[in-house]
């Protein structure tokens, strides 16, 4: 069955540390996005990319990083200027938005917590 | 810029009681999403809405897009032990604009 894989399930990063959380789907979708969830709280958008080679920072972009060199691949790395990194990361894709159309729901993978120590 | 804004935070309910959550946007939406996200997990699509006025049934769940397409609820009748989770609403086309989820709580 298709789906998005999210790795690792827990990740622990030292301060000053960067770190790569690691999204790869296999359902032939155009558009990737990153997502952070904070403890009670809603989806805040990361980075988002809707072609290879081509990516859009979000609301809250800042001390993170994307790449996106293959259509099932969208890795985010944090680094270390993202002070306060600890959250639940939400890796989503859908298929490529066609004006007029509306839109397609998102398939999420089971996300990253990551905890700072 | 564009907001969601989804009411309540919380709802407590007794099993068999209704649920309602409810969307407003500060702008008009090409579509809305629905996306239940069940404690530990991860959001899952639900259903989208497009035309004013829409009504979907999924089962026990009733999905409304306003006629102004501004508005959508969402409303659970005879909630089971299986409904609890935080609902979120999203609309929008390239990227989607989020609300900040209700969770249903089931009373003991």
């Known amino acids: 069955d298709g789906g998005i894989t999210q790795s690792p399930k827990y990740l622990f990063r030292k301060e000053g540390q960067n770190v790569t959380l690691s999204c790869e789907q296999n359902?032939?979708?155009?558009?990737m996005y990153w997502y952070r969830q904070d403890p009670g709280q809603g989806l805040r958008l990361i980075y988002y990319s809707q072609i290879v080679n081509d990516f859009q920072k979000g609301d809250i972009a800042e001390g993170y990083s994307v790449s996106r060199e293959k259509k099932e691949s969208f890795p985010l790395t944090v680094t270390s200027a993202q002070k306060n990194p600890t959250a639940f990361y939400l890796c989503a894709s859908t298929k490529q938005i066609i004006p007029g159309q509306g839109g397609y729901g998102y398939t999420f993978g089971s996300g990253t917590r990551l905890t700072v120590v | 810029g564009q907001q969601v804004m989804q009411i309540p935070q919380y709802q407590h309910v007794q099993e068999g009681e209704d649920f309602t959550t409810y969307c407003n946007s500060s702008?008009?939406?090409?579509?809305i999403q629905w996306y239940k996200q069940r404690p530990g997990g991860h959001p899952v699509f639900l259903i989208q809405?497009?035309?004013s006025g829409e009504v979907k049934k999924q089962k026990r769940l009733t999905f409304q897009f306003g006629e102004a397409k501004k508005n959508s609820s969402l409303h659970i009748t005879a909630t089971q032990t299986t409904d609890v989770g935080t609902y979120f609403c999203?609309?929008?086309?390239?990227?989607?604009?989020w609300g900040a989820g209700t969770k249903l709580i089931i009373k003991p």
């Open positions: 359902l032939n979708h155009d558009a």
């Open positions: 809405l497009v035309k």
């Open positions: 702008t008009t939406l090409s579509n």
């Open positions: 999203a609309g929008g086309n390239y990227q989607l604009i």
